[in-house]
């Protein structure tokens, strides 16, 4: 697992004052590697426990985060696309997202056309980052789609 998450560390890219939101689902073991992340950049991590959907509805202004992570929260979402698009408006221009979702949910084709769909582009999942979790990055382009 070490050598996994030192990976997962790798994903950042070196934003000063980085601004990070983490909308967890009981994946714990990220948080010391997000925290180290956002200590080294002088930076901050805003961290929002999951239990249902209501809690990955975001109140904030536009453009606020340089990455969002969703440890294993949309297949628990009955709404998913307004839940991305809100993740979408949240991201500051070319910033990107993180998705973890659990393998066992068979819903990697689901994801990939979700994010499509809600305008991030330069989809990616590194399947063998985890042994129990998909892990998707995506990236949201100024003016791409949606616009925000």
Same mark, same amino acid.
């Given at each position: 697992?070490?050598?996994?998450?030192? !990976?997962? #560390? @790798?994903?950042? %890219?070196? =934003?000063?004052?980085?601004?990070?939101?983490?909308?967890?689902?009981?994946?714990?073991?990220?948080?010391?590697?997000?925290? #180290?992340?956002?200590?080294? /950049?002088?930076?901050?991590?805003? %961290? !929002?426990? =999951?239990? %249902?959907?209501?809690?990955?509805? $975001?109140? +904030?202004?536009?453009?606020?985060?340089?990455?969002?992570? $969703?440890?294993?929260? $949309?297949?628990?979402?009955?709404?998913? *696309?307004?839940?991305?698009? $809100?993740?979408? #408006?949240?991201?500051?221009?070319?910033?990107?997202?993180?998705? /973890?979702?659990?393998?066992?949910?068979?819903? *990697?084709?689901?994801?990939?056309? /979700? !994010?499509?769909?809600?305008? =991030?582009?330069?989809?990616?999942?590194?399947? @063998?980052?985890?042994?129990?979790?998909?892990?998707?990055?995506?990236?949201?382009?100024?003016?791409? +789609?949606?616009?925000?």
């Amino acid at each position: 697992m070490h050598k996994a998450l030192e !990976l997962f #560390k @790798d994903l950042f %890219q070196p =934003f000063e004052n980085i601004a990070i939101l983490h909308i967890n689902n009981d994946m714990d073991f990220l948080n010391p590697v997000i925290e #180290k992340v956002a200590k080294n /950049l002088n930076g901050q991590v805003k %961290q !929002l426990p =999951f239990k %249902q959907e209501k809690d990955a509805r $975001l109140k +904030g202004s536009a453009r606020e985060y340089e990455y969002i992570i $969703l440890s294993d929260i $949309l297949t628990h979402c009955p709404h998913k *696309e307004k839940i991305l698009g $809100l993740m979408y #408006k949240a991201l500051e221009n070319s910033a990107n997202i993180i998705i /973890l979702e659990k393998k066992s949910h068979n819903n *990697e084709d689901e994801i990939r056309t /979700l !994010l499509d769909n809600a305008s =991030f582009v330069a989809i990616n999942n590194i399947d @063998d980052l985890f042994d129990e979790y998909h892990c998707f990055t995506a990236k949201k382009l100024h003016m791409w +789609g949606s616009g925000l």
